[in-house]
């Protein structure tokens, strides 16, 4: 009886372990890729836009 409860008690903390790490390394991703996803925006922002009418498409 003592043993299934300590097995059970172990696996639990495996567990437990586990879904914390993952938490975390998704945590770590999300806030990386926001910080790209701003670098991005600062990017774009540094594209002149060309002039209205300088590009026609004339495949439309």
Do not use: R
Request: aromatic letters at 6%; zero cysteines.
């Amino acid at each position: 009886m003592m043993e299934s409860i300590a097995s059970m008690a172990m696996g639990m903390s495996a567990a437990s372990f586990a879904t914390n790490y993952s938490l975390a390394v998704t945590k770590k991703m999300m806030d990386s890729q926001e910080l790209a996803g701003q670098e991005l925006a600062k990017m774009l922002e540094a594209v002149p836009t060309p002039a209205k009418g300088q590009y026609i498409d004339v495949y439309a």
